[in-house]
C-alpha cells in the first residue's frame, strides 16, 4: 500500500499545510500562493482540496490532477 502525504515538490506534509491553513485562515489558493504548493506539478491540488475539506493528511488512492490555475482564476 501506498501514501500520499505531502506535496513532493515543496516537501511539505498535507498536516503541515492544514495547520498553517487553520492558522493563518488561508483558502485553497491562499494556501498555494503562500506555501508555494500546487503551484510546480499540480499533483497535490486535489489532495490540499480533499485536506482542506476533511481534515485528512494521509491518502492511499490517486485523484485525478488538477491545474492550478484553476484556483489562480477563482
Do not use: N
Not at 516537501?11 to 493563518?24: C, V
Amino acid at each position: 500500500m501506498f501514501t500520499i502525504d505531502r506535496c513532493y515538490c515543496e516537501q511539505k506534509t498535507f498536516e503541515t499545510l492544514l495547520e498553517i491553513a487553520q492558522r493563518d485562515a488561508l483558502d485553497l489558493r491562499q494556501l498555494s500562493q503562500q506555501e508555494g504548493c500546487g503551484i510546480h506539478c499540480g499533483w497535490c491540488v486535489a489532495y490540499l482540496r480533499r485536506t482542506l475539506h476533511s481534515g485528512q493528511t494521509d491518502f492511499h488512492e490517486t485523484f485525478p490532477k488538477e491545474e492550478i490555475d484553476s484556483l489562480m482564476e477563482s
